[in-house]
């Protein structure tokens, strides 16, 4: 019924879209393999190292090695736990600081300098401080990763409240809104795309300060089978764990991506 509403101009163009967005996809998929048969060649013909390189099938053997010892679902685990706790509580402590931020021009103005030299700061310089504050085990993982994500959030979130229109502000003041009422009609809502785009950066930065985390204090996770593939010269492992890692961001990512589907629609 809905498709005999629709004119022949207006459905030619939504075939050609779909076709499109298919071809896309299709160039994607086959660039991927191209890539990867590519530098599967040059490894068994020797144009590069395969020690150094590795190889897409080495990468392969190798992970299915690690899940056949009940190894890598272990490290996967402790690495997805600590991304997506330090994600959550960088995701809600950003917000809860943007808002009073927007609440109080005062608090913002007297902030928002130091917020942006943190922002500056390289994290990693932290690191020995942050072991000698939380230890050397989980906790300083999870710290450094809150560390790395809360100030992107509170600064993105904070960017969507400020370009709310001062024009509808205005308008709910004459009329005699309360503050309260303003943050939760017109402001929160209307910030939502904003949201989004922070929670696709935050989950990214969130995996950047795991894996750092683990760079420095861990003895599980995939960023310590890199860091120990890396010290032992078995780059197979490195290049297996940052595979992985790479499967496990992009199905974080897509999760993130299908949540602004729902709430878009809604």
């Not at 929670?199 to 750092?212: E, F, H, Q, R, V």
Request: aromatic residues 10%; proline residues 2%.
């Amino acid at each position: 019924m809905k498709k005999q509403t629709l004119s022949k101009e207006r459905l030619l163009y939504l075939k050609k879209a779909k076709i499109k967005t298919v071809s896309v996809h299709a160039y994607r998929i086959g660039l991927l393999f191209a890539l990867l048969a590519a530098w599967e060649i040059f490894a068994n013909v020797g144009i590069i190292d395969s020690f150094i390189s590795s190889s897409p099938s080495k990468i392969v053997k190798t992970v299915i090695k690690l899940f056949s010892e009940d190894g890598l679902s272990y490290h996967m685990g402790i690495t997805l736990y600590e991304t997506l706790l330090g994600f959550l509580i960088a995701v809600f402590g950003g917000y809860a600081v943007a808002v009073a931020l927007w609440w109080s021009d005062t608090l913002k103005r007297v902030l928002e300098p130091y917020i942006v030299v943190l922002n500056s700061l390289p994290k990693i310089a932290l690191g020995p401080i942050i072991i000698v504050w939380c230890g050397s085990g989980r906790k300083a993982i999870i710290f450094m990763t809150v560390l790395v994500s809360i100030v992107v959030a509170t600064i993105t979130i904070l960017g969507g409240f400020s370009e709310t229109d001062k024009n509808k502000t205005l308008l709910l003041r004459s009329m005699g809104a309360s503050k309260m009422q303003i943050l939760f009609k017109l402001v929160i809502p209307g910030s939502l795309p904003t949201f989004i785009s922070m929670l696709k950066i935050s989950i990214g930065m969130a995996w950047i300060g795991s894996i750092m985390g683990e760079y420095l204090v861990s003895r599980a996770g995939l960023g310590y089978l890199i860091v120990y593939g890396g010290q032992v010269f078995k780059l197979d492992l490195v290049m297996a764990s940052t595979f992985v890692l790479c499967v496990l961001a992009s199905l974080l990512y897509g999760a993130v991506a299908l949540l602004e589907k729902k709430i878009v629609k809604y």
